[in-house]
């Protein structure tokens, strides 16, 4: 220490007043440093004094001490503050400069005696680390950039300290184990590859700040970790392909399965198949080319007596029975000719209508006299195989309009078929 800076401190010590050397001064004296903020703290013991303390804080530029000056202007920092503590980062201390500092207590109008503390930011001020860490994968490697330590405006340390450098840490494993030794990497620069990885691996990275000159180096980063990649087998390419090619038709197949069902209800709620009969449109609608359907009146409206009866009648089925051959062989007992050629029925039916009835005289028919009524009994046995000669028309329509009877044989006047209808 020169002997000006010693001269110094003597003028300021017989400058201060006899009572304020009653007064404790303060302890332990030190500055709490990172980059470029700076902060003078110290202790005082309570015991000492009245509890009404306060603090004050000044420096000047060590240079302005050893000047011929005997009074150099001390700069008034923290003036009578309570505080244990007094910020001198808004200072603007030069990064390269000496500066003296010092801090006395105040007590109900008497203080203490001045501490002097030196410092040099260059050399006492803490280094901090890498304000930033970012890893990213680069295929089996793994990139690492970084910001620089920044002073307290946001300025890069790198400004102050030219020197500065990182040294990198990486290891295989987890934040918190190590499967394998720990790798370093030492570079000034703020973008590194880290190299020797392996595939498929998970690494972690922390990074330090150093400045030689002074030793400095200052604490390491959280660790980040990441895991590396590699190169991908084609079977693992093929299945992810055909995955997403499967994916994609079903959705496809799905989105039309679904717009043709949604076309279809809609297509058969507002466009039926099944139209209504005319008619029926008529009736229940407003007009025969409107929609829109007519109002159902009530049940005792007039409405109910504009329409008719309808009335389902019955299709009557007709029935023919077909006499056995030995009726056909010979007349009935009691059945005589007329004078007209017909047969009548006489005994125990009597005169009234026993439901049978012959086909009629036919022009075209030929009729049996009385002399030929044997010949004629013979002649219709013949007839069930076939029949020659002319026939009635309504005879014909009657076989025509059953099946049964074209393989039954026609039978004239003289051969009465039973019909019940």
């Known amino acids: ?20 050397a009653e007064v404790a001064a303060p302890q332990n004296v030190t500055m709490v440093t990172l980059n470029t903020n700076y902060t003078l703290s110290w ?17 000047v530029a060590k240079f302005k001490l050893s000047s011929k000056k005997r009074d150099p202007k001390w700069s008034v920092v923290c003036d009578k503050t ?17 500066y003296v500092l010092h801090v006395r207590a105040n007590v109900n109008g008497s203080h203490s005696a001045w501490v002097h503390i ?41 400004e102050r300290i030219p020197q500065l450098y990182y040294h990198y840490v990486y290891w295989e494993g987890t934040a918190h184990t190590r499967a394998s030794g720990v790798q370093t990497l030492i570079t000034s620069g703020n973008f590194v590859t880290l190299p020797d990885l392996k595939s498929w691996t998970s690494y972690c990275v922390s990074v330090q ?38 994916f994609f038709f079903t959705i496809v197949l799905l989105a039309i399965f679904g717009f043709m069902k949604i076309y279809k209800t809609i297509k058969t709620v507002f466009y039926p198949s099944i139209q209504l009969p005319p008619h029926l449109k008529d009736y229940l ?40 051959p030995e009726a056909l062989a010979a007349p009935p007992s009691g ?61 014909v329509k009657m076989r025509n309009m059953t099946p049964g009877l074209k393989n039954q044989p026609l039978i004239t ?4 078929v039973d019909m019940c209808v």
């Not at 009335?311 to 007709?318: K, Q, T, Y």
Request: negative net charge; contains cysteine.
């Open 1 to 20: 220490m020169s002997a000006a800076f010693l001269a110094s401190l003597l003028l300021c010590c017989l400058q201060s007043s006899p009572v304020g």
């Open 43 to 59: 202790d005082w013991d309570q015991s000492a004094g009245g509890h009404a303390v306060t603090f004050t804080t000044e420096y």
């Open 82 to 98: 309570s505080h244990r503590s007094c910020d001198l980062t808004q200072c603007n201390l030069n990064y390269l400069g000496i």
């Open 118 to 158: 030196e410092f040099c930011p260059d050399k006492n001020a803490a280094l901090g680390p890498p304000s930033k860490v970012n890893l990213t994968l680069a295929g089996s490697s793994l990139d690492v950039s970084i910001q620089d330590p920044l002073t307290s405006k946001n300025i890069s340390m790198k």
């Open 209 to 246: 700040s150093r400045y030689d000159f002074f030793n400095k180096s200052s604490s390491f980063t959280s660790p980040i970790c990441m895991q590396t990649a590699g190169v991908i087998p084609w079977w693992v390419i093929f299945l992810s392909f055909l995955g997403s090619l499967i």
């Open 285 to 324: 609608c407003d007009s025969p080319a409107s929609d829109v359907p007519r109002l159902l009146a009530s049940p005792d409206s007039e409405s109910e007596h504009l329409c008719d009866k309808v009335i389902i009648c019955p299709m009557p089925v007709l029935e023919i029975h077909y006499p056995p």
């Open 335 to 395: 059945l005589q000719p007329d004078s007209s050629g017909r047969h009548s029925r006489h005994g125990s039916s009597g005169s009234g209508d026993s439901g049978v009835y012959s086909t009629g005289g036919s022009s075209g028919l030929r009729q049996p006299n009385s002399n030929q009524s044997g010949q004629s009994n013979q002649s219709m046995l013949g007839a069930e195989t076939s029949w020659q000669g002319p026939f009635d028309s309504e005879q």
């Open 413 to 416: 006047d003289e051969g009465i």
